[in-house]
């Protein structure tokens, strides 16, 4: 009698661990994907953060002896790939606009320094809203996913919180070697007027 008391109090514990480990794992990540499109290992990380804060998080990181970078996105095939396993809301990027552009479609790079060519912007991005929207003054130089459609946005980074980073994590090769620091962010330039 006592065994299957002991059984019974055993087999609750158990659905109740079982229980907790699915409460806690909502919120939780699984392990990386790995996508067959190019090998590399891919994940979502909650991490609310500015942009530069999440470049210096994810090259902290590493998965099977891989090092991590904000995940970069090459092809429309990758992007539907990255986008359709995880959908998060609005993460970062890889990628941002340098200093000196003078458009806000031109000086676009990716953070690991792989060749720029792909885009996926959604409607009317990139736009570097909202003062002086269309007109590049520096006002949103980094990229993330749009909540909710897998295209991309032109976001600032002074006030920005994303709610998290996509991580693509590879081998790193000479030519594609990241950058030893985050880029730092755009001065704020003055418009003037004739």
Same mark, same amino acid.
């Given at each position: 009698?006592?065994?299957?008391? @002991? ?52 090259? @902290? ?15 429309? /095939?990758?992007?539907?790939?990255v ?8 993460? *970062? ?12 479609d031109?000086?676009?790079? *990716? ?12 409607g009317? /991005? ?12 520096? /006002?949103?130089n980094f990229?993330?996913? *749009?909540?909710?459609?897998?295209q ?6 002074? /006030? @920005? ?15 594609? @070697? ?12 003055k418009?003037?007027?004739?």
């Amino acid at each position: 009698m006592s065994a299957l008391k @002991s059984l019974k109090s055993l087999s609750l514990l158990f659905v109740l661990c079982c229980f907790g480990l699915f409460l806690t794992g909502i919120n939780a990540h699984a392990e990386p994907v790995q996508w067959e499109g190019n090998g590399h290992w891919y994940d979502a990380i909650d991490f609310p953060s500015n942009w530069i804060d999440a470049f210096k998080d994810a090259r @902290s990181r590493s998965y099977l002896g891989l090092p991590g970078h904000l995940v970069t996105l090459t092809s429309q /095939e990758e992007n539907d790939f990255v986008w359709g396993t995880f959908q998060n809301d609005a993460p *970062w990027l890889g990628a941002f606009q340098v200093p000196w552009a003078r458009e806000v479609d031109t000086g676009w790079k *990716w953070a690991t320094r792989e060749p720029w060519g792909f885009t996926n912007w959604s409607g009317g /991005e990139p736009n570097d809203c909202c003062g002086t929207a269309g007109v590049e003054d520096g /006002e949103e130089n980094f990229l993330q996913f *749009w909540p909710e459609t897998g295209q991309w946005n032109d976001v600032g980074t002074r /006030e @920005s919180q994303g709610v998290g980073y996509f991580i693509e994590y590879e081998a790193r090769t000479a030519q594609e @070697s990241p950058l030893g620091a985050p880029p730092a962010t755009h001065p704020q330039r003055k418009l003037t007027t004739t």
